[in-house]
Structures are given as structure tokens and as C-alpha cells.
């Protein structure tokens, strides 16, 4: 299995484009089930989109990659079913289930997979499925869905907590629904407004009222669509936190930084010093780093949940006691026990982790536990003295495309163990030709904003593979 190798001590400098957002490329390629023709721009390259390109497939609808857009041809689909296998492979598959109900008025899937979050419940998800219509039953893990009559209805739906996946589900679900919907109680996240505006570009009618309720008007059927997908805000935060922790100073492009504006009082309490410009930032580290306070996840647009671990790293080295407090997800600081084996000091006690800044980490074999807490690792070895092993990194390319790459363009010691075509090779796949290509990208364009920089990631141009391969 390929490992990060990384030398760590090095400071970064230069610029670098942020990825498209996967968590807002899985749920528009769940929709792309229901345009006949969607092209996808900005889709990242990682292993979770590669799995919702093969759901698709495996769905019967035709898909491919050109530059950095996904082509999907939803039209000769006509499977109503995602194989246990896939269901494991990745938790966010069942927001194809508003999907494949929508298209086809029956489905059948399993459960999501086992949990490395804590446990991650779908009642939500049915219970709107079911407010609009739909029958489920579960029998010994499998969902048995139909829609009597074939279509969807309109109807009222109340989160009590607002769930990214189930507001996901329930717009997908209500787009082609007979009727109104009102969605109360749904999430705010970024990802959700880029699904609405997809859905939307494709002749569906949603929009948000000033009170935050969802209107959704159902229409008959969706024109082809093209939609560029939002930057990644989970990955600039990531990018920045590198920063912090290795010092130097880097500028992101392309990215939105009042989507992660959250997370920005955070850096600053930290000593860095940031600029931001209207879809970029530049960070410059400070020479020591500082504590930060008490940093409580929250749906957005509080602190995000996925960027506690990579900032949890940052608060590691210094000076000074952080608190996090995790209010998202039951179980999630697993990556607390490996950044302690890089000499970081941190207690937890159910949601709640102290972290005692330390005045430097130090390598360490470790591994990830999981795609956010994968990255904290990153983070910290990039800081610590002497080399760091970082094994389980098939977490971390769920979610980050080429993060070796984009560091190295930075100037980290960072190299994979293995390329990245053997990894391809090597991993059994549940369905035929959806290797990812990867690509070592060439300098692009000189930055306007940071002097004697190099831009990581060109821009898109035609894919010289062939169809079919994501
Ligand atoms: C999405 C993101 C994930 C992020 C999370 C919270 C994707 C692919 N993933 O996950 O990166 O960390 O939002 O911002 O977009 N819950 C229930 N019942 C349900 C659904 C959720 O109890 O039916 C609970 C979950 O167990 C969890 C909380 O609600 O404790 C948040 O989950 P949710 O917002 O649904 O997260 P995801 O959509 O799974």
C-alpha cells in the first residue's frame, strides 16, 4: 500500500489553484442521473468521484472525462440498483438513492458502509424520501424502494437537524417531484447552493427563502446542463494549514474565501497573516505559532467539521492550550493518538480534545485513520523534525487530488511511495475503466498577486485518454 514519505522543516512558498470541492462534485454527479446530458466542469480527480462515476456506469449511463470537465450521458440508463460494494466503497453513495427513485420509481441499495466517523445514521434521508412519496422497506440491510405511481410528490419536509446528505437528497428528490416541496430545517453548506444551482441550470425550479426554507416547484423533466463545479474549501483550508505549520508563505487561487471564513479567525488567533482578495488568499506564517482558543464545529457557516483535524495539527506546535469541541460527527479525533506519536499533546474526552501546543513535533511512522484526519497527519509531518511514514493515504486521496504534487509545487519534502499508475493497477476495482489519471502538472502561469511564485495545476485543454476513463 503506498505511504506518504515526508521530510519535514521545510517552509512553502508559491501559489497554488484550489480543486474543485468533492462535496459538491458527488451529490451533482448523483443529479447528473437526471438531465439527459450534463457536462461537469472543475470535477476533481480523486478516488470518491471516480466511485460515483462507476455507480453511474454501473446505472448504464455513459461517462467520461475531457480536460477537467465529466461528461455524463444519463440517457440509456436504466439500473435501479448500487451493489453492496460500492455502498461500502463510499457513505456518500446513498444520495444517489433521491437520484435513482426520481429516474426509475423503484431503487434498491444497502445501507452505507461502515463507519470511521462514529456511527452515521440515514434516517433522515428516509424520512424525506418517504415524505415525498416514496415506500422503503429495509430488509436485513438492504432498502427495497418504490414510488407508487412512478412520481414523487411534493410535499412539506422538516429536518430537525440540518443533514448536507439529506437536504442533498431531498432537492434532488423534490427537482422532478409532482408539486411543491418546502424544505425546512435544510443545511446552508456552499455545496448545497452549488447543487441547487446545478439542478436549476438544468430547468428545475429551487430557490432559498430569506428564512432559509427550500422551494422547490417540480417539473416534468431537465434539459442537458453544464455546471462548473465551486472550489474546494475543505482543501484550501488544508493548504493553509500547511502553511501555518511549516511556515512560509503561500497564496491560493480560485478559491472563495468566505466560504471557509470560519475558519479564518482561527489562523489569525494563530499569528498568521492573511490577505484576502475576492477568490484569493495569501497566507504568511508566523515564526511561532499561537493558541487559538476554543474552536467548536458547527454547520456552516460555523467551523467546519472537516477542517477540525488539519487545524487541530496546527494547534499542536506552539504555545498555548486550543480546545475543539466536535458537535458533527460522535467519533472524531482518531487522529489525535497519531499526531501524539509525533510528540503532540493532546487529551480527549468524548467531543471535547485539549491540545497543549507543544514547541516542536517530531517524524513518525503513522497512519490514517480516516480523510480529514489523514490530512492533520500531513499537516504535522510537514512541521516536525525528521522524516514521517504516513500509511493508509487511500483516506486521503478520497478527498485531495495529488496532494503530494500540489506540496511538492510548494516546496515540501513530501514523495508517494508508489506512482500512481501502479496503485491504479494494483487496486481491485468493482468496475471496468475508471482508473484515475494522474498526472504530475505543469507550471502554469506566473501569480499577479505573489512575486517569483510558480502556480500549481494548468488550466483544462483535452484529455489526451481515451472515453471512459475518469
Ligand atoms: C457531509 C460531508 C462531510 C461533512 C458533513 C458535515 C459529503 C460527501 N460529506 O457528510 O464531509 O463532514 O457533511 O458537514 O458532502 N445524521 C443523522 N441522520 C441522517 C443523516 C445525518 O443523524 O439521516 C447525522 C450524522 O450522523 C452526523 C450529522 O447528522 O452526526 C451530520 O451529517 P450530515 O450533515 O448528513 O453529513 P454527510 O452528508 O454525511
Same mark, same amino acid.
Given at each position: 500500500?503506498? #505511504?506518504?514519505?515526508?521530510? =519535514? ?10 480543486? =474543485?470541492?468533492?462535496?459538491?462534485? /458527488? $451529490? ?42 465529466? +461528461? ?48 452515521? $445514521?440515514?434516517?433522515?434521508? /428516509?424520512?424525506?424520501?418517504?415524505? +415525498?412519496?416514496?415506500?422503503?422497506? #429495509?430488509?436485513?440491510?438492504?432498502? #427495497? ?13 422538516? @429536518?430537525?437537524? $440540518? ?13 422532478? &417531484? ?7 430545517? =435544510? ?7 452549488? !447543487?441547487?444551482?446545478? !439542478? ?21 423533466? !431537465? ?21 501555518? &505549520? ?9 478559491? +472563495? ?9 482561527? @489562523? ?5 497573516? *492573511? ?22 464545529? /458547527? ?10 483535524? $488539519? ?65 492533520? !497527519? ?42 500512481? #499508475? ?26 499577479? *498577486?505573489?512575486?517569483?511564485?510558480? %502556480?500549481? %495545476?494548468?488550466?483544462? =485543454?483535452?484529455?489526451?485518454? &481515451?472515453?471512459?476513463?475518469?
Amino acid at each position: 500500500m503506498a #505511504e506518504y514519505l515526508v521530510a =519535514g522543516g521545510r517552509p512553502l512558498h508559491g501559489c497554488l489553484t484550489i480543486q =474543485g470541492a468533492k462535496n459538491a462534485a /458527488l $451529490p451533482l454527479l448523483a443529479a447528473a442521473l437526471l438531465p439527459p446530458e450534463s457536462r461537469i466542469a472543475r470535477c476533481p480527480r480523486l478516488r470518491d468521484t471516480e466511485a460515483a462515476a462507476a455507480i453511474l456506469r454501473s446505472l448504464g449511463c455513459r461517462v467520461r472525462r475531457e480536460g477537467d470537465s465529466v +461528461l455524463v450521458d444519463a440517457r440509456p440508463a436504466g439500473g435501479w440498483e448500487i451493489s453492496e460494494g460500492w455502498m461500502r466503497e463510499m457513505r456518500s453513495s446513498i444520495i444517489f438513492l433521491g437520484a435513482i427513485l426520481t429516474r426509475f420509481g423503484r431503487a434498491r441499495v444497502s445501507y452505507p458502509g461502515g463507519c470511521e466517523l462514529g456511527p452515521r $445514521p440515514i434516517d433522515l434521508h /428516509l424520512m424525506a424520501l418517504r415524505r +415525498l412519496g416514496a415506500v422503503i422497506r #429495509e430488509d436485513h440491510g438492504t432498502l #427495497e424502494c418504490t414510488v407508487p405511481g412512478g412520481r414523487l410528490s411534493g410535499a412539506e419536509v422538516v @429536518l430537525p437537524f $440540518p443533514s448536507v446528505g439529506a437536504t442533498q437528497n431531498t432537492l434532488i428528490a423534490a427537482a422532478l &417531484a409532482a408539486g411543491r416541496t418546502v424544505l425546512r430545517g =435544510g443545511a446552508r453548506e456552499p455545496e448545497i447552493d452549488d !447543487l441547487a444551482a446545478f !439542478l436549476n441550470a438544468a430547468g428545475a425550479r429551487i430557490r432559498r427563502e430569506s428564512g432559509g426554507e427550500f422551494v422547490i416547484d417540480g417539473v416534468e423533466a !431537465l434539459h442537458p446542463v453544464e455546471h462548473r463545479v465551486i472550489p474546494d474549501r475543505i482543501a484550501a483550508v488544508t493548504y493553509l494549514c500547511c502553511c501555518a &505549520a511549516a511556515g512560509g508563505e503561500i497564496e491560493l487561487w480560485d478559491c +472563495l474565501p468566505d466560504q471557509f471564513a470560519a475558519a479564518l479567525p482561527c @489562523l489569525e488567533a494563530a499569528g498568521c497573516r *492573511l490577505r484576502r482578495y475576492q477568490d484569493a488568499l495569501r497566507l504568511t506564517a508566523p515564526e511561532r505559532l499561537s493558541a487559538m482558543g476554543w474552536i467548536k464545529t /458547527l454547520p456552516y457557516p460555523g467551523f467546519p467539521t472537516d477542517a477540525q483535524a $488539519p487545524v487541530m495539527a496546527v494547534a499542536a506546535i506552539g504555545s498555548g492550550t486550543t480546545v475543539f469541541t466536535e458537535t458533527i460527527f460522535e467519533s472524531r479525533f482518531r487522529h489525535a493518538a497519531e499526531l501524539a506519536r509525533m510528540g503532540a499533546d493532546i487529551r480527549t474526552e468524548g467531543r471535547v480534545a485539549i491540545v497543549t501546543g507543544v514547541p516542536a513535533l517530531h517524524g513518525a511512522p503513522v497512519v490514517s485513520t480516516d480523510l480529514r484526519g489523514g490530512a492533520a !497527519l500531513v499537516v504535522a509531518a510537514l512541521a516536525a523534525a525528521g522524516e514521517s511514514r504516513i500509511g493508509g493515504i487511500s483516506h486521503i486521496e478520497r478527498g485531495y487530488e495529488e496532494l503530494d504534487h500540489c506540496l511538492q509545487a510548494l516546496g515540501a519534502d513530501i514523495t508517494r511511495s508508489e506512482p500512481y #499508475e501502479k496503485e491504479e493497477k494494483d487496486r481491485a476495482r468493482p468496475a471496468e475503466g475508471d482508473a484515475a489519471e494522474k498526472k504530475a502538472p505543469p507550471p502554469g502561469p506566473q501569480p499577479a *498577486l505573489l512575486p517569483d511564485v510558480h %502556480r500549481h %495545476r494548468g488550466g483544462g =485543454g483535452a484529455d489526451p485518454l &481515451a472515453d471512459g476513463v475518469l
